[in-house]
């Protein structure tokens, strides 16, 4: 069975010159040459942390090598991961990787596949797209973005520039072979005010279009805002429209498909989803099979805009179906380990404060003061709308 820690304790060979003695090596147990090579074996999850150490050391890093797993190598002139490392604290702060690639030295991706979510009857086209990235050193977390960097130039002669989409894929990638990266985009399409003509997405038109095999460059990873807690015991309220699933796909894979030894989630994940119909329910089945098969732990609520009506007749929108269960929502945010995730329309957003205000208020709360003395200030409250 694929046990998600055997890539958080994969080894990487590092080949470094050029440390010198200073103060901080001379912390250290091991002698340090002026020049010539040093070899080090480094866990994955301390990668960020031993680069930046080499960097006060004043080394240089020549090559690193994946072990692909195996034990690390020991002689009398390569000290261990222990040796080159300070003593670890009792719980260290998650490394999180952060613009590994730049627009201005982007990595490549290559595609594997480029499949349609939009079932029959559904509006618009929204795209799975999945990127082979194992010839590179991206790395990434779930809540994080990636970006895109379209073919081509813009009307003046420029490249474009890049264009950010939120991950849909966990760390591990859809094969759990730690090789890829995946995106759920839709098709920008919309009306000229002026003009009235038809106008395409640049990014998402070139994303679309893109077949097997085709190389697309790839910068980041960005984002810190949304990002899970470590905690297995957390309340996980997630609010999506339409691709704002993205996120919230990447979270529940890793809490329920992928089997980790140090993160088996047994809190609660509620899933409030918006689209327009019941064909654009992107990742319907694979959604209500982890409904039906984790039901203490997996709640699932659709408001479908051009099928259900609210109690007075109007459309449903997310923001309905929060007012129908704001006083239960309320209830969960008194907990200290419940975080809210909203990610995909901001006008959502205006309603689901209305919906939360009158709850509040029913408790002798003031929502606003709630949100942002509490919710905010403790880091449980996650937007990324646009």
């Given at each position: 069975?694929?046990?998600?820690?055997?890539?958080?304790?994969?080894?990487?060979?590092?080949?470094?010159?050029?440390?010198?003695?200073?103060?901080?090596?001379?912390?250290?147990?091991?002698?340090?040459?002026?020049?010539?090579?040093?070899?080090?074996?480094?866990?994955?999850?301390?990668?960020?942390?031993?680069?930046?150490?080499?960097?006060?050391?004043?080394?240089?890093?020549?090559?690193?090598?994946?072990?692909?797993?195996?034990?690390?190598?020991?002689?009398?002139?390569?000290?261990?991961?222990?040796?080159?490392?300070?003593?670890?604290?009792?719980?260290?702060?998650?490394?999180?990787?952060?613009?590994?690639?730049?627009?201005?030295?982007?990595?490549?991706?290559?595609?594997?596949?480029?499949?349609?979510?939009?079932?029959?009857?559904?509006?618009?086209?929204?795209?799975?797209?999945?990127?082979?990235?194992?010839?590179?050193?991206?790395?990434?977390?779930?809540?994080?973005?990636?970006?895109?960097?379209?073919?081509?130039?813009?009307?003046?002669?420029?490249?474009?520039?890049?264009?950010?989409?939120?991950?849909?894929?966990?760390?591990?990638?859809?094969?759990?072979?730690?090789?890829?990266?995946?995106?759920?985009?839709?098709?920008?399409?919309?009306?000229?005010?002026?003009?009235?003509?038809?106008?395409?997405?640049?990014?998402?038109?070139?994303?679309?279009k893109l077949q097997p095999g085709d190389e697309?460059?790839?910068?980041?990873?960005?984002?810190?805002?949304?990002?899970?807690?470590?905690?297995?015991?957390?309340?996980?309220?997630?609010?999506?429209?339409?691709?704002?699933?993205?996120?919230?796909?990447?979270?529940?894979?890793?809490?329920?498909?992928?089997?980790?030894?140090?993160?088996?989630?047994?809190?609660?994940?509620?899933?409030?989803?918006?689209?327009?119909?019941?064909?654009?329910?992107?990742?319907?089945?694979?959604?209500?099979?982890?409904?039906?098969?984790?039901?203490?732990?997996?709640?699932?609520?659709?408001?479908?805009?051009?099928?259900?009506?609210?109690?007075?007749?109007?459309?449903?929108?997310?923001?309905?179906?929060?007012?129908?269960?704001?006083?239960?929502?309320?209830?969960?945010?008194?907990?200290?380990?419940?975080?809210?995730?909203?990610?995909?329309?901001?006008?959502?957003?205006?309603?689901?404060?209305?919906?939360?205000t009158a709850a509040a208020a029913k408790n002798?709360?003031?929502?606003?003061?709630?949100?942002?003395?509490?919710?905010?200030?403790?880091?449980r409250w996650h937007v990324e709308t646009y």
């Open positions: 069975m694929y046990n998600a820690t055997n890539f958080g304790s994969r080894m990487f060979r590092y080949e470094v010159v050029g440390l010198r003695q200073n103060a901080e090596t001379d912390k250290t147990n091991h002698p340090i040459r002026n020049s010539g090579s040093q070899f080090f074996n480094v866990p994955y999850d301390r990668m960020n942390q031993f680069m930046q150490q080499i960097s006060r050391w004043g080394g240089k890093i020549v090559s690193i090598q994946s072990l692909n797993g195996a034990a690390p190598l020991a002689t009398s002139s390569e000290p261990s991961p222990k040796a080159a490392e300070p003593a670890a604290p009792a719980k260290e702060k998650m490394d999180i990787p952060v613009n590994i690639y730049r627009p201005n030295n982007p990595c490549i991706g290559k595609v594997i596949s480029n499949e349609e979510l939009v079932r029959e009857g559904g509006e618009g086209t929204v795209k799975h797209i999945i990127f082979d990235i194992s010839g590179t050193e991206l790395r990434y977390l779930e809540g994080q973005s990636i970006g895109i960097i379209p073919a081509g130039t813009d009307a003046n002669g420029k490249p474009h520039k890049l264009r950010l989409y939120s991950i849909a894929s966990t760390r591990h990638g859809d094969f759990l072979d730690d090789k890829t990266v995946s995106l759920c985009v839709r098709q920008l399409e919309y009306k000229d005010k002026e003009t009235g003509e038809t106008v395409y997405g640049v990014c998402s038109s070139y994303l679309n697309v460059k790839i910068t980041g990873p960005v984002g810190k805002e949304m990002l899970l807690p470590d905690d297995p015991e957390a309340t996980i309220v997630m609010l999506a429209t339409g691709t704002g699933i993205a996120p919230f796909r990447a979270f529940l894979w890793r809490m329920f498909k992928e089997k980790h030894e140090d993160y088996q989630f047994k809190g609660l994940a509620w899933l409030f989803f918006g689209v327009a119909y019941t064909a654009n329910i992107l990742y319907k089945e694979q959604l209500e099979e982890l409904q039906e098969k984790y039901p203490d732990h997996f709640r699932l609520t659709y408001a479908i805009s051009r099928e259900q009506k609210n109690a007075d007749g109007s459309k449903m929108y997310i923001q309905g179906r929060i007012a129908e269960h704001a006083d239960e929502l309320w209830q969960l945010l008194q907990k200290k380990n419940t975080h809210v995730y909203m990610c995909g329309l901001k006008g959502m957003e205006p309603g689901i404060d209305e919906a939360m002798g709360a003031d929502w606003q003061e709630f949100l942002k003395g509490t919710l905010k200030k403790e880091g």
